[in-house]
């Protein structure tokens, strides 16, 4: 069974203070791996993809790293506009080898940055 | 582009009403579609997924299901909720071209 598990549950940090946030996971079959954004009462805001060990992507602060077992969300100099739910999330090859696109989420992480 | 539509956005039910959830999409052809939960602003579980019309799978038993009457019209459906149904619930489609799943801005039901 596909498990997705993010640390911390919650992250405070004051303007400017870099961090990361931690996606560990087991999967059969890895496909993707996708980072989300969730502000307060409304739907996840697609961030990135991920397909393969070593891969990095970046946009704005946000710096996404994967490695086999785990995948790092590295924000740097945050903003308070920064503040939002992270959700990981990883998609697997069904037992036929097709994907229809479905997603194992991770419970998320809680970023309050401060002004 | 494409966009997505999901209504209601909000709504308060009585134990034992029907539900009916609506999701379209547009700018796009035979979109996956997927409904998924998000019990207590926390992880998403998704409920039922659909590469068709008509074409529908369901990931968890619940009061719930699904149909999908039109290439790009996704609902989600019951005929007596129960408290326990209470949630927010999330549409979401995939293209034929990508990987990316992309959410609409979801639909919070309470049920009283």
């Known amino acids: 069974e596909d498990q997705v598990t993010q640390s911390p549950e919650a992250l405070r940090l004051q303007e400017g203070e870099s961090s990361s946030l931690n996606c560990s996971y087991t999967?059969?079959?890895?496909?993707?791996l996708f980072w989300y954004r969730q502000d307060p009462g409304k739907g996840p805001e697609f961030l990135f993809t991920?397909?393969?060990a070593g891969e990095e992507k970046e946009k704005e602060r946000l710096k996404a790293t994967l490695t086999k077992k785990e995948s790092f969300l590295h924000i740097t100099a945050p903003k308070p506009e920064d503040s939002a739910t992270y959700l990981c999330?990883?998609?697997?090859?069904?037992?036929?080898?097709?994907?229809?696109?479905?997603?194992?989420f991770g419970q998320g992480t809680i970023l309050t940055v401060h002004p | 582009s494409q966009t997505i539509h999901q209504w209601p956005a909000t709504l308060v039910q009585p134990v034992g009403s029907p539900l009916s959830l609506e999701c379209t999409v547009e700018?796009?052809?035979?979109?996956?579609l997927y409904w998924y939960r998000q019990a207590a602003g926390r992880g998403l579980q998704l409920l039922f997924y659909?590469?068709?019309?008509?074409?529908i799978s369901s990931e968890v038993p619940q009061n719930l299901s699904a149909s999908r009457p039109q290439d790009r019209q996704f609902i989600l459906s019951s005929k007596k909720l129960l408290l326990s149904d209470s949630g927010f619930y999330l549409c979401?489609?995939?293209?034929?071209?990508?990987?990316?799943?992309?959410f609409g801005e979801g639909s919070w039901l309470t049920v009283v």
């Open positions: 979401a489609w995939r293209g034929t071209a990508g990987n990316t799943i992309y």
């Open positions: 999967v059969s079959g890895l496909r993707g």
């Open positions: 991920l397909y393969s």
């Open positions: 999330a990883v998609q697997a090859a069904d037992a036929g080898g097709t994907s229809y696109g479905k997603l194992t």
């Open positions: 700018g796009t052809s035979n979109p996956n």
């Open positions: 659909s590469v068709g019309i008509g074409q």
